[in-house]
């Protein structure tokens, strides 16, 4: 009797048995096949970033690039983000920067000659010493950028927002400012001979010691502009 009994209960408790280790086995499964998803997820978006991340002329396209020193001639970087960047002394002439963002980006001595700045983010720019003359700057924004020393002579800034810029000692002349947002620019000894201002904003503008021989300023908005000893020969508009 003890023998059957024992076993029957032995019956008993495999058959309870039995249902635990498939539970155990499915949730092992189930945890198997997450972890799966969890890395399938993490490769997809490694891969999104990767691609999202051009590579061109041995340049990274990306937000706080470090492309300093290099030649990127003629390079297409139109609408890219790169905000916070370093050019520094890089040569981009003829480049198309069209649309892109490298507002507080670091320009000091960059040559951006005959460059498509058209519609671009330069605001609080550091472009000491750099070159943008005959580049196109039409609509650009150069917010409190920091143009001291630069060459824009030539350059088309129409339509574009230079409040608060730093000009000091920049070559301006024959440059395009049609349009242009310039209140509180200081223009302190710029060379604006032969420069159009025509119908900018001037108010509160600073050009001493500037040279605005044969400049046009007409309808222009003057403002609390600053004029002292500047250079004002054949200048329309003129106070």
Sequence with gaps: MAVCAQACYLRVVKRRAAPCRETNVSLQIMHNLARFAILLALAMTTTTVAQSIRNVGGCSVRPGTLCA??????I???????RHSQFTRSVLVGANLSGANLDESNLSSTDLRNADL???LLRRVN????????????????????LQGANLAGANAASANLSGANLVNARLEGTQFQGADLQRANFRGGRLAGASLVNANLEGANFTDADLTEADLSGASIEHAVFSRAQKAGCKGCP
């Design 76 to 82: 297409d970087l139109s609408n890219a983000n790169l």
């Design 118 to 120: 058209h519609s671009t």
């Design 127 to 146: 472009a000491r010493g750099a070159r943008f003359d005959d580049a196109n700057l039409s609509g650009a924004k150069l917010n409190n950028a920091v």
């Design 69 to 74: 020193n290099m030649n990127l001639r003629g």
